[in-house]
Structure formats: C-alpha cells, structure tokens
C-alpha cells in the first residue's frame, strides 16, 4: 500500500492505494476518529456529510471504491463485495495510524460496518450501524414492500406520488450511473419521513444525489447476500444502532431485531425521520453518535 505525503487525517480529500487500487476519502471535523461509509452500494458520499456531527467528531469518509475518484474494479461493475469493502477499510484504518477508530455504516454501509466488526473488529472501538438490516433478500424486499404500501398510504393525493413508485419500480432495470442517479433522486420522497412538507428545505439535497451502478454481484455473478443474525449474536464490539421510524428500506422492525441480537447494543430512535436521520434530525442524529463516543472516551469534550 502506498500513500500521499500528507497528514492522514488533515482536513479535506486523501487518496492512498490498497492494493493497487486508489481508495480516496475525505476529513472533516475534529475530536475521537469515526470512519463512515455510506450506502448503495454505489450512492456518491457526499450526501452523508454530518455537520453537527463534525463538531464532535472526526469524520473520515469514505468515497467507496467504484464511486467518484476512487478506483473501478477490474470486473466493474461486478465484484463489489462486502468482504472486498472492509479490506479497503481496513486499508483506511491502518494509513491513519490511530489505535482505534469508531465505524459508521449507513444502509448498505452498514451491512459493510456490521460485517468488518465480525471479521476484524481488532482496531474498532465501537460501530454505529445507521438504518441497517442483519438480512437481506427475499424477506428483507416483503418488508421494504409492506413499508412502500404504508408510505404510499401515508401521501395518496400527493400530485408526485406516481412518480415516486415508477423510481422504485424501474430500480431493477437500471443498469448505467446516468441511471442510478435519476432512479434515486427520484425515489428521495420515500426516504424521507414527510418530504413534501419541507420540500424547500430537502430539495437541494436531493438534486445533489448522485450514484455510480454497482450490480450488487460477485465477479463470478453470484449476489453478495446477507445474513449475519448468527454473527451478530456474537458481536462483542459495543455497538449502537440509529433508525428513522418511517424509513421504508432497513427500518424499526430490523433495527430491534439486530438490538436484541447484539448483546449490549443499544437502540435510537428516531421518531421524525425516515432513512436519513442525519438530516431531518440532525441535532437529536449527532447527540445520540456523541454520547455513545462520548461514554467510551472519557477526555471527550
């Protein structure tokens, strides 16, 4: 692995190479060191940027690789594994040169965070499993769909509902970044707890989404597939778990399952959100990461 000759933890954009392959990432904020990784797989950072949470912490993000400045795989689109994610973490882990470090996964990034913790949790300090789900496949998509039902149910009358169901629809023909990106700008309303009341507020964010297609397959075309409820039983690494009570992807129902599987986690949350907390509450989003960091480093401000 080489690196830049730089600080690996000033403020702003880093490349290394793990493996021959750049992985970039960027620093903001200060304080204890918190890794996040962001969803997908393929959804550009950026929109998990976490101001209030920045004055706390500092927050390493990562640009996944297959996205933004970071290096494709060879077999792109393909081969974008959870496995293969974690060993670029762990690539990130050991440039920075800290003793430990928090982990923060969103969504699919979770399933990331939740599966290095299982594998190489040596140097964690802790994990934050943000809108995760210990499955998925067939019975994580009842569940998505039950929520997109009760979500519809929620807005009818809303003149951009339609719209918002054919985004969700036309989900498994998307097959180019051009693609992912209208998909899910499109889709942004279902992931919000209320978008239409606070469209003004939100609407800069979503024309900011953009995302990379990643085809969630080995490179021998086999899913990547999840099921860690046997691993998670075991987790040992103090662990908090974040989610919007109207998210309708990796909502309440799997954010208790993975509670009472974890021994010793603990669970937020988060009454007025949907799938991205961070931004619709996120004073409530940064005091609950602050706290749980906060109780294991005790020179926490």
Known sequence: MTTQPTDPLAQGAHSIEVNGIVQRYHVHGTGPVCIAHSGGPGISWEYLRMPEVEQRLTMVYVEPIGTGASDRLPFHPHGYTRARYSRFLEGIIDHLGVPEVYLLGHSHG????????????????GVILYDSAPVTGPEHGEEAMLQVQKFAARHAGQPELPSVLAALQAVPTVASDNAITTVVRGLIPAYFADYWSREAEFRAFR???????????DEHGEPDMVDDREGLATLMVPTLILVGRHDVMCGVRWAEEMHKLIPESELVVFEASGHFGHIEEPERFAQAVARFVGARTPDTA
Request: net charge neutral.
């Open 207 to 217: 024309s900011s989404c953009t995302g990379a297609f990643i085809s969630g397959l």
């Open 110 to 125: 979770g399933f990331v965070v939740q599966y290095h913790a299982l594998h190489d949790p040596g140097r964690v300090a």
